[in-house]
């Protein structure tokens, strides 16, 4: 196994390791660079980011209403903040290894808390949609350096066990959004959903400020590949937005296609280009590492089955149960509970075993979950389906975890950043296929389906439009119900319209549990980072 150099960068008063070879709690180093305090430090500012992913959904609504923004307009909060995130992403991992992960962690936490504070006091779409691209964009630097600095402080013995806890706060975070965001909305504001992310901001940067220390491989990046970040933020890019508005152009657009084409060519052109410059921005090297690529493939699959499959469970919830928000959100709770208790043991099993049986166990058990969910049904208990919950949450937290230590642990120390970015943009673009790819198989059944159980409940017959237009809302789940319909004739539309779309989530679910097997065989070429003992700063100077 190979090792890297590190130099810490500290204050004047700051007091060095004494004992860099083993810097596990009690043993005199004090707060600054202790690493369970830095797990506590990053986890704060995570946790902001993480949130957002969700959170900002339930209070969509209440900014439409109350700054009466149109239905294109609110996708574009929520767009314009995942497109900034997912495209600098890797380049902002880069800017940790060249500059610090420290700086790096820092800057993001304060842009980020102060584009929350001014989406608070916007009074305009135009001016949410611009923060929002600023908190993508600071989100963006935070996520990497977060796992660069795990990755720099902790021994390889316990890096499992803080990554575990790490995504322990991604996943609860994620998960208790929909929670915490009725709770705002429905008893103060929509503006307060953004507000809450300033005081987490402020703690995160007091206690980064007295805690974290800068680990600095010797060999880090001294320069950087404009032309790469260039190409490399075109590719991405032009994947995310075909994803995107794949839905509106429809998959056999030629509009879609254009820009899958191009960016396809721009990956091309980026990886040709990458293999000419002295300091590429992703060295192609990387990717000889069999692990480290079956990871960030296994975390793109993980991640379309757990969002694609989630995606759809919130309209269940909602929209067929008729749940409120927090309702809906607290039935999600034995996903959230099972990451959290999970996440933390599959660090530990990880260690002991290594990360191969785990994630395909993991994964084994996210299609077994994915199954079960197909199973629903419009009048499903919910015992039922707090069972599948919880065997979908047990799946991911070794997923999570593993995937994560493969990816980060693979890759030398000086570029722990640019895998941490890898690590983030593989989840994302994962979410946002499986969101994209479910839909379409959503939209397809629903499209199939709806006219024969419309005609087989006796209802009017509907022209072209209104059939599409009423495909649209099966599709979310919503009863499309026009003003004044009857009572008798209101019953069977929603029965219909639950019916249907049962079937296209159903089949959605399938597909999810079947990319989840083949994520199993994916999981058989990982094994435990060859460079993760390079971290801890094991030879400080």
Known sequence: MTSQTTVDKTGPGDQAPAAPSDPTPGQGRGLRGHPWFTLLTVAVGVMMVALDGTIVAIANPAIADDLKASFAEVQWITNAYFLALAVTLITAGKLGDRFGHRQTFLIGVVGFAAASGAIGLSDSVAFVVTFRVFQGLFGALLMPAALGLLRATFPAEKLNMAIGIWGMVIGASTAGGPILGGFLVENVSWQSVFWINVPVGVL????????????????APRSFDIPGIALLSGAMFCLVWALIKAPEWGWGSGTTWTFVAASLVLFALFAFWETRVKEPLIPLGLFRSVPLSAGVVLMVLMAIAFMGGLFFVTFYLQNVHGMSPIDAGLHLLPLTGMMIVGSPLAGALITKAGPRIPLAGGMALTAIAMYGMSTLETDTGSAVMSLWFALLGLGLAPVMVGA??????NAPLELSGVAGGLQQAAMQIGGSLGTAVLGA??????DGDLPGNWADAGLPPLTGTQLDQASEAVQVGVPPVAEGTPPEIAAKIATVAHDTFMSGMSLASLVAAGVAAVAVLVAF?????????????????
């Open 204 to 219: 995160a940067v007091a206690l980064g400020v007295g805690i974290l220390l800068d680990h600095r491989a010797e060999n």
């Open 525 to 541: 070429l990982t094994k435990r980072g060859e460079n993760a003992e390079a971290g801890a700063g094991a030879a400080h100077i």
């Open 404 to 409: 994560t230590e493969v990816i980060v642990g």
């Open 441 to 446: 198989v959503m939209a397809s059944k629903v």
